[in-house]
């Protein structure tokens, strides 16, 4: 098992140690990948021009890892947005408080403080993508307005392991999740542009849901722990794959153990549209990305999102952004 | 015709400026709604973070308007999306080049460099609806990684008027700029929302320059060989002040091309000739370096290549008119 601990409020030196426990170094450009035995993938750390860290990990893992940050008096936050696929279990651990997932994924979006501990386990053969920001207190004073005594802060970081499952990883953080993984791959001359306004709508969209929340008072939890989670495999389930056509209703209540009626309810409750609603919007944000990626023909996108029928997909295109799939291809080649 | 001439690049001021020129009360409000002697409509200004300015501007003008932006050393650029409806004819002026546009909708995203000196002559009764961002070179070389990225930018503004139509405005911008200008005042997170719908902006108008640029291969009157030599050039000259300036016989064997060439596109690139452009840039630094307090005159012309203080002095004076232990003096 590889056990990492740590205290660092500074990411490109928690890399250099991480990447030194496990028998590597960091390049210049600040990543490393995992030698084989412990997993294969890479973890990099990026300094933006507007101050910010970030670290990005890409991994399956060969072996468990245990990964804790210790609390330190520096005051710094962590925004971290996973996407695990969980082999066996995972445990979480907050300060003294322990909870353990065995769901098979786990999409989440927290924001985590130094003046907790806060650490997972993970087991062998699990999917690690995550991007963690780093703020100090004083970049969150400058940028955010928010000073650290704020009430909306203080009363999500205390709620601590029950501020896990606040926020759904939803259609519009998993876009702009997908693109900054994507964007590291490539080699653009804006990346670093293009991955720091990423970031910086990922931050934006967190902290106006905070402030929203608290303000329409639903901040209070009315689903349990359980179903949220429950509500996060149905999500993670229906926008997993296009390719294939979508579980239906009653599939995706037998695996949530929920009723077909309450399934409906609770996950418009949740991510705001129904589930087929919800399938179809994530399904077409995917055509235009293809779209705009000019590998691929209108005929080929729709045949790659599982549409039998060409005029059916121009069609729902149509519906969710108002153009149609031939035009927007030709406005990208003008 | 009513006529304003900036030669700052504060968008507080110009707002205050422009209330003064057309006679209409002013309470240091970031806003000024046009009072109806005047047309119909409204200006907005806000900063962001003491890194970027922003000024909107919805209006119909009753009179004739002329606006001149000289060019000046420290080195700026404006970010301009103009949505106008066109009647009657606007004139662009860039450094020496006149575009004019008549009776059509003028939906560009342009960027325009203090190295020139950029004028608009809007006839009244156009509808002017217009973003502008303005940022300094620090800014955009941090933000963009300009030192890799510099050339294609250089190539863009030696086209001069040439450039105000590559990038037309389509729904994607449309949508970010209305985002800006409908804000809600009481957003916690306003800022940031500002901050982040500029930078998409930026992001936008550099993605689609990159990918343009191969196309405009044509336009150039500078080849891409030439540019990269120049931008070589230019990097040698400003590089450390402290030592004496290459001759332009050593810089054009540096760079490899003839001093005659050297010197017409140089000035055709950065509008200035060698020399002036060295001169400028040399005073500019003087002038940061004493405004962070830590150089007295002496040190500063020393770090600018000055052996004798008041041969800096007079140089100095002559180009900020004002003498640089007043400045020394403010910090």
Redesign the interface.
Known sequence: MLYLSYTHTDYYSFLADFAKSVGTTLTTEGSFDFPPNFAKGYNKVLTLPNGLQAIIIDAVLNDDFCITRNKSADEFYALRFDEFHINEKMTIKFDKEHIHKSENSRSAVMLTSSLFDYGFILKKGSVVKGINVLMTKEWLAKYLGISSNDKVIQKYLALKTASINLEPFDTQYRQLFNTILEEEKKDNPLKTVIIQNRIMLLIERFFTRLYKKMETKIFRKTLSDEEIQRLMNTEAKLVKDFSLAPPTIPQLAKKAVMSETKLKTLFKKVYGSSIYEYYQKNRMIRARYLLESRKYSVKEVGMMLNFKNLSNFTIAFKKEFGILPSNLQEELKK | MIVFNIDHKNYQKLLKDFAVTLGIPYNDTDYLILPETVGKGIIKVFSL?DELQVFLIDAVFNERILTTRKKSDDQYYILHFDDFKITETLKFTVEDEMLQKTNMHHSVARLTSNMFTNKEEIPPGVHVKAVKVLFNSKWLK????LD??EA?LQKYLSLKTESIDIE?L??AYHHLLNDLWEIEKEN??K???L??RV??L??RF??RL?EKMNLLEGKFVINEEDVQRLVKAKQILVNDFSEQPPTITKLSKLVSMSATTLKRKFKDMFGDSIYAYYQKQRLQKAKELLATGKCNVKETAEAIGYHNPSNFIVAFKRHFKILPGDLAGIS
């Open positions: 973070f941090k933000y963009l990684g890799s990225n294609v037309k389509d729904a916690p997170l800022n940031i929302y901050q982040n930078s998409l930026v992001e550099f993605s990159f």
